[in-house]
T-cell receptor, first 114, second 112 residues
Framework: NAGVTQTPKFRVLKTGQSMTLLCAQD?????MYWYRQDPGMGLRLIHY???????AKGEVPDGYNVSRLKKQNFLLGLESAAPSQTSVYFC?????????????FGSGTRLTVV | EDQVTQSPEALRLQEGESSSLNCSYT??????LFWYRQDPGKGPEFLFT???AGEEKEKERLKATLTKKESFLHITAPKPEDSATYLC?????????????FGEGTQLTVNP
């Protein structure tokens, strides 16, 4: 019972480099989310998806792109990394709106941009 | 704009010393209020969902309550293993996609 798996767990990028963070869930959840967590800022929503093939912008989408080609996977891309994107990134999934068990989160990816 | 404010930012308790964490919120049409626990280096772990004022939920030493403007997480006779950051989040009725707005959390330390 893996739940939500994020890869990689740690990454250091140079400014201007690109990378993709992968999120995979095995619970057949429809909804998936990408959040970033920064000290003093809490968790902020970057992008989310309400089903396969759909994506939408969250609170802080600039500098990120996402894709949901398969129901179980949600990818977060950084095309040209900036030091301001240094953060811990969390992926989460849920059955849908108003459901009882809330989100299931992954264990996070710690990204440093130098 | 939905807002969630948690207090205190940090709380240090002795083992067995009961206390409460506060979550104040401003949303347009509350659909649900969520409590999560987050341990260092890990993702948040779901604890409770509250849907309407007056509702209460319990789990071991934790009890969550909800009013029209705030929620409390009561910790009775805490143990060192209760040490963690506790996050509150709201889901608004106007918000599509089941999005949650999170507070910054309360970091709880329970000393033996």
């Amino acid at each position: 019972n893996a739940g939500v798996t994020q890869t990689p767990k740690f990454r250091v990028l140079k400014t201007g480099q690109s990378m993709t963070l992968l999120c995979a869930q095995d619970m057949n959840h429809e909804y998936m989310y990408w959040y970033r967590q920064d000290p003093g800022m809490g968790l902020r929503l970057i992008h989310y998806s309400v089903g396969e093939g759909t994506t939408a912008k969250g609170e802080v989408p600039d500098g990120y792109n996402v894709s949901r080609l398969k129901k179980q996977n949600f990818l977060l891309g950084l095309e040209s990394a900036a030091p301001s994107q240094t953060s811990v990134y969390f992926c989460a999934s849920s059955y849908g709106p108003g459901q009882y068990y809330g989100y299931t989160f992954g264990s996070g990816t710690r990204l440093t941009v130098v | 704009e939905d807002q969630v404010t948690q207090s205190p930012e940090a709380l240090r308790l002795q083992e067995g010393e009961s206390s409460s964490l506060n979550c104040s919120y401003t949303v347009s049409g509350l659909r649900g209020l969520f409590w999560y626990r987050q341990d260092p280096g890990k993702g948040p772990e779901f604890l409770f969902t509250l849907y309407s004022a007056g509702e209460e939920k319990e789990k071991e030493r934790l009890k969550a309550t909800l009013t029209k403007k705030e929620s409390f997480l009561h910790i009775t006779a805490p143990k060192p293993e209760d040490s963690a950051t506790y996050l509150c989040a709201v889901q608004a009725g106007e918000t599509s996609g089941s999005r949650l707005t999170f507070g910054e959390g309360t970091q709880l330390t329970v000393n033996p």
